[in-house]
């Protein structure tokens, strides 16, 4: 018999950036020793702020729809599964459209992994690992009532809008009492560009301009052990 | 002679660390455990609770432990991964006896021999204390009040320290000067009952990742925040005052704040007249120290002081914390002092949501510090030169009072008389000086001009590699016993598995030595128990009162606060119900904390301040995190945190190697721009060792009375590094990523 499930609600003010979840996520026996879910450190230059990031089950999942094998399924409890591996044919279509940069192809399994929010757990009426591990609540599993009673200064929202594209999620996450929506847009990115854009590529040109992706590879560089320095004598890697 | 025999990097080969992120069993064939073992985690004070799981012997993973009252399942990244140390490649599973060509593994007849003969030798020619001991509360209570009974009575020193005095001792001493006891004063529980939230030098979320749950839980109930930090650390970010102070100066705020409570009369007159003892020197001390006065000293607004006092002072209830960024200084006493001053005269103290106490950081900080493992104290908290408490453990032990050493030297003491050739030989357990002694290349001197070094360990840490003799010790998890949490509550350790190989447990290695040293009708004991029920009476009657704890009503009832002195006594969360402190008086006691500077303060020649302290992913020396991948992935090694406005006027980027140099040592690393710090500041956490050791450039001056090192103030300079430098730099951080052979 399986556990009716719970909400989900990320907090991102309480996070610490110490990775438990990360560290807990990896243990689960059906990714080993890869994480689900993801902290990103917003800027640490400016401050130690970061944010849990895992899958935030979309009530119409971006992911579903813009696969082109029909791989990616939703139950009925809402929550949206890693991809079918018949099925998947690892096109990476959800991993480029998914707004929160979710989805993970591995092109060794040939498949899409993501958060399932531990159906092996949840299913039997334990909380996810991550949601268990968190040291700060940043991480919350447990119903809408107890939410509102234990966190009265900040209110559950589900709505999120990207440019126009507008999700709502199974996934809550916690803000100020004025907050209606979650807002994701840079219209001064897109100025001056007509027609249809690859945003994607837009912030990637941003960021390489910031420097925080190797203009080689195009990959992101880790903050710690990097080198952006022009200077060779003081470079470090 | 204990020097290395061989060069750094083929220790490294050897011995690690290495990194490791594999379970015993490899990841695609978990199978399902035989048993799940209630025990706790072994990094930091909070001691959480966590669920081992085991099968054929071995440690494959773990559980949330949901039912345990203090963490309710939470974890930090250390306690998620702290099961991948059991069974590390790494693990010592012989003794190692050091030749000319390295170690060589021996039997443990072999090894104890050599160990008595040296112990023998050296105390015939030069006397009983010429022969000492370095402890550490990473162990459990059962074996620190071994180790401290082992040490007196088996090895007969008195120079026998512990290496809570790089950590919690200004703590202890200003506990006992203003409460005559040793312990935060509630548990936890009164954490989200206060209104105002303080919490001093300490980098809660950092440090005690699951406490910081229950600062929020205050915040959520709409609990005001106050932190007191150089560093815009995780919990200081989210702050309503964060008083970004100059390193050194907490005394100076605490007594600015005391200035402003007097002021406008934010006193609890009933309270101070009552129950209090030494008002009018306080209230004189702090006359002058006005606001002004202190943000010139502290670098932070008088307004901002005042704010803060008047938050502190009009609040009804609240919780004062603090840690090492306050205790370890040459003022550590002086500063824990200046913030019980300010507890004290608001009387918000013994009751429910009004809370004071240190933030122990050790696994065992609390516990070990009460059992006597430290130079100048007895089981149960005891003075060892009080003759009264003298004769309690001698009847305990069954000796007489010249059987029984009296105070030897506090550990950098200690080290200094193995460097003035007073001491010539040491048994070192738990502990690992050539990361966590201030001025490690004046350490590094020390140990190698030892006669005999013995290090008792579970991995080869940088300290064993200098070591005449290594004895493969146990992990937490390999040996039963109990350990006391930074909020005195006592708590069952549980044997998991076996050591590995040839290794043994700490307690069977130190009964052996004592056998063989011919005390074995003092050391004989069944199990391990039987060492707790013997630390129950020696404890019975001190401050730290054990008498009616057992393990079983510690397995029943989720652990169970000391002081507990008989069987039926419920336990004491909070102290000072009854309004009386543990002093013969009953009364609380004011000391004045008058301003002085630190042993080094910026000048000309080196300009900035620097601190030290620790990064989430690790636990203290590294020895055992340092070894774990997913956390050496997070944080490979040390950097150098600097502000963008220093950073500038240097002329350095972000991610440029740079060498801060001390008058004592120089340590080269990347840079790391951040806003998050003093302009005048620079900070590298320290849990490495040798080149990239942060201890290399502090200073051994210690504080008058808890003899803790000034770890967190020292001058230094920064400049670019030599292509040397950056080259040596470039092949230590290699080594800290070497994998282990699987």
Redesign the interface.
């Known amino acids: 018999m399986i556990a009716p499930f719970k909400e989900f609600f990320i907090d991102f ?2 996070c ?5 979840c ?3 996520c ?2 689960c ?1 059906t990714h ?2 890869s994480p689900m879910i993801h902290v990103d450190k917003v800027d ?7 944010v849990p990031m895992l899958c935030m089950h979309c009530k119409v999942p971006t992911c579903a729809m813009v696969c082109p094998a029909d791989a990616i399924k939703q139950d009925e409890n809402g929550i949206v599964h890693s991809s079918l591996k018949p099925r998947c044919i690892s096109c990476s279509n959800c991993e480029l459209a998914c707004p929160f940069g979710v989805p993970i192809v591995d092109q060794k399994k040939q498949q899409m992994q993501k958060c399932d929010m531990c159906f092996d757990r949840t299913s039997a009426g334990k ?1 996810p ?1 991550c949601a ?6 940043a991480l919350f599993y447990g119903t809408m009532e107890e939410m509102k009673r ?4 900040s209110k559950p929202i589900n709505k999120w809008r990207f440019g126009k594209q507008l999700v709502e999620t199974r996934v809550w996450v916690m803000v100020p009492l004025d907050v209606e929506e979650m807002v994701v847009d840079w219209p001064e990115l897109l100025k001056g560009v007509e027609g249809p854009v690859d945003f994607a590529m837009k912030l990637k040109e941003r960021f390489q301009l910031e420097g925080f992706v190797d203009p080689e590879s195009n990959e992101p560089l880790p ?9 060779t ?5 | 002679m204990a020097r290395l025999s061989l060069p750094q990097q083929d220790y490294i080969n050897e011995y690690g660390p290495h990194v490791s ?1 594999l379970p015993v069993t490899g ?2 064939s ?1 199978p399902e455990p035989d048993a799940m073992v209630k025990t706790h985690c072994c990094f930091c004070g909070m001691q959480c609770g966590i669920k081992l799981a085991v099968k054929d012997g071995k440690v494959i ?2 559980e ?1 432990w ?1 039912e345990f009252p203090f ?1 309710e ?5 250390k ?3 702290r099961y991948m140390q059991t069974h590390h490649p790494d693990r010592l599973t012989d003794p190692l006896i050091r030749t000319e060509h390295g170690f060589r593994k021996a039997t443990w007849d072999e090894a104890f021999d050599l160990l008595i003969s040296k112990i023998k030798s050296i105390q015939e020619r030069h006397g009983k204390n010429a022969f000492s001991m370095m402890s550490g509360v990473s162990l459990s209570n059962e074996k620190s009040y071994l180790v401290g009974k082992f040490a007196r009575l088996a090895l007969q020193t008195a120079n026998l320290d512990y290496n809570g005095r790089f950590c919690m001792v200004s703590a202890g001493g200003g506990n006992k000067k203003a409460f005559g006891v040793d312990r935060a004063a509630n548990s936890w529980a009164d954490i989200p009952k206060a209104e105002v939230i303080f919490l001093s030098g300490t980098n809660v ?2 440090c005690f ?2 406490l ?2 229950y600062i ?2 205050a ?2 109930n ?1 609990a005001k925040m106050i932190v007191v930090d150089p560093r ?4 200081a ?2 702050a309503d005052y964060h008083l970004q102070i100059r390193p050194g100066t907490d005394s100076a705020l605490g007594q600015a704040l005391l200035h402003e409570l007097i002021a406008n009369d934010w006193v609890d007159h009933d309270f101070v007249a009552n129950y209090c003892t030494g008002w009018d020197q306080l209230r004189e001390s702090v006359k002058e120290c006005t606001p002004e006065w202190a943000g010139h000293i502290c670098g932070v607004t008088p307004q901002l002081i005042r704010e803060v006092a008047r938050v502190w002072g009009t609040a009804k209830t609240s919780f004062l914390m603090h840690a090492r960024g306050i205790e370890q200084q040459i003022k550590g006493v002086e500063n824990v002092l200046s913030l019980i001053n300010i507890v004290l005269v608001t009387g918000r103290i013994g009751r429910e949501g009004c809370g004071y106490g240190t933030i122990t950081g050790q696994g065992n900080g609390q516990g070990g510090r009460e059992h006597g493992h430290k130079c100048d104290q007895l089981p149960g908290n005891r003075d060892i030169e009080n003759p009264a408490h003298r004769e309690h453990i001698c009847k305990v032990w069954g000796i007489t009072d010249e059987e029984l050493p009296h105070k030897g030297k506090t550990a950098v003491e200690l080290f200094e008389a193995i460097q003035a050739k007073e001491i010539h030989g040491m048994i070192n357990i738990c502990c690992n000086p050539l990361v966590s002694h201030p001025d490690t290349n004046f350490l590094r001197e020390a140990v190698q001009g030892m006669e005999f070094f013995c290090v008792i360990d579970f991995f080869m840490s940088e300290t064993a590699r200098y070591a005449d003799l290594v004895l493969p010790g146990s992990l937490h998890e390999e040996e039963e016993g109990t350990s006391t949490t930074a909020e005195g509550r006592v708590v069952r350790i549980r044997a998991a598995v076996d050591p590995p190989g040839n290794a043994r447990t700490d307690t069977s290695i130190l009964l052996e030595i004592a056998r063989r040293l011919g005390k074995e009708k003092l050391f004989s004991y069944k199990d391990n128990e039987d060492i707790f029920n013997e630390l129950r009476r020696a404890s019975s009657g001190g401050t730290a009162d054990y008498g009616g704890i057992t393990w079983k009503r510690i397995e029943d009832e989720m652990g169970v606060f000391w002081p507990c002195p008989t069987e039926g006594h419920p336990g004491t969360p909070r102290l000072f119900e009854d309004r009386r402190s543990f002093h013969p008086d009953g009364k609380f006691h004011f000391h004045a904390t008058p301003y002085r500077q630190s042993f080094e303060v910026p000048n000309e020649e080196y300009p900035l301040y620097y601190t030290s302290g620790r990064s ?2 690790h636990y203290l020396s590294g020895t055992q995190t340092r070894r774990i991948k ?1 956390l050496v992935e ?3 090694g040390p ?1 150098c945190e600097m502000h ?1 406005m220093l950073a500038t006027k240097l002329g350095f ?5 740079v060498t801060v140099e001390s008058r004592r040592g120089t340590i080269t690393v ?1 840079l ?5 710090i003093r302009p005048d500041t620079v900070f590298v956490p320290y849990h490495w060792a040798e080149n990239l050791a942060a201890n290399q450039l502090t200073v051994r001056a210690l504080d008058p009375i808890s003899k803790m090192p000034e770890f967190k103030v020292a001058a230094c300079r920064v400049r ?2 030599t ?1 040397e430098e ?1 080259d040596r ?2 092949a230590d951080w290699k080594n800290l990523s070497q994998e282990a052979l699987a």
């Open positions: 003010q309480r610490i950036g110490c990775q438990a990360v560290a807990g990896a243990e026996h080993r020793g640490p230059a400016v401050s130690p702020q970061t909380k690992m268990t591990v968190c040291p700060t609540g234990l966190r009265p200064h903050f710690n052990m990097v080198n952006d320095t022009k200077d004598e003081a470079q470090f890697l | 992120d990841w695609l978990k993973g773990f949330p949901e963490n399942g939470r974890l930090c990244p306690g998620v991964k979320s950092e990742p699951t910081t749950h929020w839980k915040r959520d709409g815009v650390t995780p919990i970010r989210t989430v992913f997913f997070k944080a490979p950097v963008p980027q972000n991610r440029q190697i990347p790391q721009i951040t806003e998050g670019s590094a292509k950056a730099l470039r």
